[in-house]
């Protein structure tokens, strides 16, 4: 009888904790996203682009391969002067990492851009509707298989911030 009962307990102590873990995790899911290590906004859901999404002025760019800071605006003012300047520092500042990294300048219209650094190219209409959802003067992190995954306000643009976050994304990414 003894036996059993050490059993019960035994099996208790490995089931229990299994079934409560699963069960706080089903149960209250928003407790497990409100505390996030990343200083960047998720995009949820996450945006795809497809190579046609993006038309590059210089034929030979695509965003696949690298990770890819994109300033998206309508046209380049003062704000989006200094955040190219930003993401520049940030892909200067990433040290041996820089070569993983491209800046990209991604216009929702068609107007004249022209930026030294910095790639420039032109979103399709169902991309520049998906980035309306966001506020305007917006940054964004795309991983080098073409998905959206970061947003940043570049307004309020912490330069380390944004460098903690890519340290982190590039250590234990195995693409690009």
Not at 32 to 44: D, K, L, W
Not at 96 to 115: G, P, V
Not at 154 to 164: D, F, G, N, P, T
């Amino acid at each position: 009888m003894n036996s059993k009962k050490e059993l019960w307990i035994l099996l208790a102590s490995f089931v229990l904790p299994i079934a409560f873990g699963t069960a706080f995790f089903y149960l209250s899911p928003e407790s497990f996203t409100r505390h996030t290590i990343n200083f960047g906004e998720f995009v949820n859901p996450i945006i795809t682009t497809e190579k046609e999404d993006v038309v590059f002025t210089d034929i030979n760019q695509n965003l696949q391969g690298l990770w890819t800071l994109a300033y998206v605006t309508k046209q380049c003012d003062s704000v989006c002067v200094k955040a190219l300047h930003d993401i520049r520092i940030v892909r200067i500042l990433m040290n041996e990492d820089m070569l993983r990294i491209q800046c990209l300048l991604l216009m929702t219209s068609k107007a004249k851009a022209q930026q030294a650094d910095v790639l420039v190219g032109y979103s399709s209409e169902s991309l520049s509707r998906q980035f309306n959802q966001f506020s305007k003067n917006s940054l964004f992190l795309i991983d080098p298989l073409g998905n959206v995954m970061l947003r940043y306000d570049s307004k309020q643009l912490e330069v380390k911030r944004v460098i903690k976050d890519l340290k982190r994304l590039l250590k234990y990414s195995s693409i690009g």
